[in-house]
């Protein structure tokens, strides 16, 4: 009878941590206006617009100020969409050297994982997910835009994402699925807008 009792309790710890994992809902923060479409006076003839390379990294922040890099297969491409979408190129390269200007975009997450099992697991365990427990998750992104001579503008953009997690997030968990994403799209759009607004892009000689 005990080992029966103690299996149904492991079976049903372990279910309301999945259900507690499951109904959970994220908000942008909002510290960053969202960007939105790209201005039509940002758009030249493509013979006169210059070619660009994109250097992206992205990486995870850890304890006491360390940070590993992390591989990210899908955010690259998101930003070289954008990069089009802004229509500030004639193209996009995947040679250094044949670019009039190299943009360097770097995206930190400083989201800790160690932490979020912790919270999560002792909300669980108390409270069988009755409670919600907040997570917030924070990205940075910094970017420079060179030719071949030098350094012109860098850039900083700071928001991030609140997560919670309890059952009363269950019915609208699987609209908020994105907001990650989302968030990082937003700073990569406003860092094309400014660059365009700047206007530190000298069109090519036709």
Not at 133 to 137: G, L, Y
Not at 172 to 176: E, K
């Given at each position: 009878m005990t080992v029966a009792h103690g299996q149904l309790r492991h079976w049903v710890l372990?279910?309301?941590?999945?259900?507690?994992?499951?109904?959970?809902a994220s908000f942008r923060g909002g510290r960053l206006p969202l960007a939105g479409p790209f201005p039509p006076e940002t758009r030249r003839e493509p013979a006169t617009k210059p070619c660009a390379y994109l250097d992206i990294s992205t990486y995870q922040e850890l304890y006491q100020g360390s940070q590993r890099r992390v591989f990210d297969p899908g955010f690259p491409s998101k930003v070289q969409d954008i990069a089009v979408e802004s229509r500030l190129f004639s193209s996009i390269t995947t040679s250094r050297n044949r670019a009039d200007y190299i943009i360097t975009i770097e995206v930190r997450d400083s989201w800790n994982k160690y932490y979020m099992d912790c919270c999560v697991g002792?909300?669980?365990a108390l409270t069988l997910a009755l409670v919600p427990?907040?997570?917030?998750?924070r990205y940075a992104l910094d970017a420079s835009v060179s030719d071949s001579e030098q350094e012109l503008k860098q850039y900083h953009y700071e928001d991030y994402v609140t997560t919670w997690y309890g059952l009363i997030f269950l019915p609208?968990?699987?609209?908020?699925t994105e907001v990650d994403d989302q968030v990082r799209d937003n700073m990569v759009q406003t860092l094309f807008h400014d660059i365009a607004k700047d206007g530190i892009l000298a069109e090519r000689e036709k």
């Open positions: 372990s279910a309301a941590l999945v259900v507690f994992l499951c109904s959970c002792l909300s669980t427990v907040p997570i917030k998750h609208i968990s699987l609209f908020t």
